[in-house]
């Protein structure tokens, strides 16, 4: 059974960096280097969000309000995807998850736990 382990949430000031990390428990190695991978995120309040994907040739898109800040990235020999995020902003502040993607970008297992960021001075 595949599990989404997500992980390197915490507390940073804005305009600080953070890295989290995610990965795909239970998947082999050969299957997570053809999967897509999206990184979603949810606010207190708000339904949550598709923000940045990347394909299994590391072609990646974001949403408007991270692009230039955030980067997705992977490592499939680890079957782990990353997201770098910079210059932080409090309403980037949420619970963020990953998932493997469909074609018509749904997620295609059960939500992980999640790893909260929060951008507070």
């Known amino acids: 059974q595949v599990r989404m382990v997500e992980s390197g949430g915490g507390l940073v000031q804005p305009g600080g960096s953070l890295e989290v990390s995610c990965r795909a428990s239970?998947?082999?190695?050969?299957?997570?280097?053809?999967?897509?991978l999206g990184w979603y995120r949810q606010a207190p309040g708000k339904e949550r969000e598709l923000i940045a994907t990347?394909?299994?040739?590391?072609?990646?898109t974001y949403v408007d309000s991270v692009k230039g800040r955030f980067t997705i990235s992977r490592d499939n020999s680890k079957k782990t995807t990353y997201l770098q995020m910079n210059d932080l902003k409090p309403e980037d502040t949420a619970v963020y998850y990953c998932?493997?993607?469909?074609?018509?970008?749904?997620?295609?297992?059960?939500w992980g736990q999640g790893t909260q960021v929060t951008v507070s001075s």
């Open positions: 998932n493997v993607l469909s074609p018509t970008n749904q997620p295609n297992y059960s």
């Open positions: 239970g998947m082999i190695s050969s299957v997570f280097s053809n999967v897509r």
């Open positions: 990347a394909t299994s040739g590391k072609t990646t």
